[in-house]
């Protein structure tokens, strides 16, 4: 493998997919676009939506001439996946919300789904419950807010623990039910960056599932060799994004450079 694993979110979510990635390849080259002009994706179209992914992935494949791409985001993985796969020469990997190994590692059979509002609504996510968790209570959370928040926190502003508190109300209410929750999905890659957060906040002994340890292990299987490169920590975004500088280094990239994208984007 010649050339880095490309991680592609709206944002810094793709942070925790990264953080997967370090401690499975520590001598992997890694390279980061986001596309935070669109950030939340949540509020945009699916069509115009998935046709914008599949440029901006195009345009940060060729930047850093990346062999692998990996889709940090759900939105982005339920929407473009195909169209990628169908424009793009690499190996592309998505990102799906944790629901089966919750489902397996859950005692009590009360898991939680944590997600934006487009991945707790949309079929593709009930679908993975239908299959997967069908002998579980499933309570889905929509917490938009810890979005807000790991971007804002990123750039270094304080965590607001009453906004997150607030947005999690519903997920501590369930441990407090027969049966109880015991298991919760991280179904943004925002969320696994405030986990030390969550973990303090809950009220109740939790496991927190996310997808960062399968998406590593999925790249292992797709790339034959994973080597290092004079691409290893470059970062694109496609606005302006100086303030994340600090928190990109302490997940090992470089200070944002801008992305370069057709004058249709």
């Known amino acids: 493998m010649s050339g880095p ?7 810094v979510g793709g942070l925790s997919v990264a953080r997967a990635l370090r401690q499975h390849y520590p001598s992997a080259a890694l390279c980061y676009a986001c596309d935070n002009a669109w950030l939340p994706y ?5 069509a115009t939506l998935a046709k914008r992914i599949v440029m901006v992935c195009q345009a940060a494949v060729q930047a850093c001439q990346a062999s692998v791409l990996v889709v940090a985001c759900n939105t982005a993985s339920t929407l473009a996946l195909e169209g990628l796969r169908q424009t793009l020469s690499i190996p592309v990997i998505g990102t799906v919300p944790a629901i089966k190994p919750a489902a397996l590692m859950s005692t009590s059979r009360h898991i939680g789904l944590l997600a934006t509002t487009a991945t707790v609504n949309r079929p593709y996510t009930q679908g993975l419950i239908d299959s997967f968790a069908s002998d579980c ?3 889905k959370i929509a917490a938009d807010a810890l979005v807000t928040e790991a971007e804002a926190w990123l750039a270094g502003t304080p965590l607001n623990a009453p906004r997150i508190q607030q947005a999690l109300a519903p997920l501590w209410q369930a441990t407090l039910e027969s049966p109880a929750l015991d298991t919760v999905v991280l179904g943004c890659t925002h969320f ?4 030390p957060l969550l973990v303090t906040l809950a009220p109740a ?3 927190w599932v996310d997808s960062g340890d399968a998406i590593a292990r999925r790249v292992g299987q797709v790339a034959t060799t994973l080597v290092s490169s004079a691409h290893d920590g470059r970062c694109f975004t496609t606005a302006p994004a100086q303030a994340l500088t600090d928190g990109f280094a302490r997940y090992g990239f470089h200070a944002p450079q801008p992305l370069a994208l057709p004058d249709a984007c």
């Open 137 to 139: 209570v499933v309570t």
């Open 42 to 46: 949540g509020l945009r179209d699916d």
């Open 192 to 195: 696994p960056l405030l986990q």
């Open 5 to 11: 694993i490309l991680i592609f979110d709206s944002g």
């Open 205 to 207: 002994p939790i496991t």
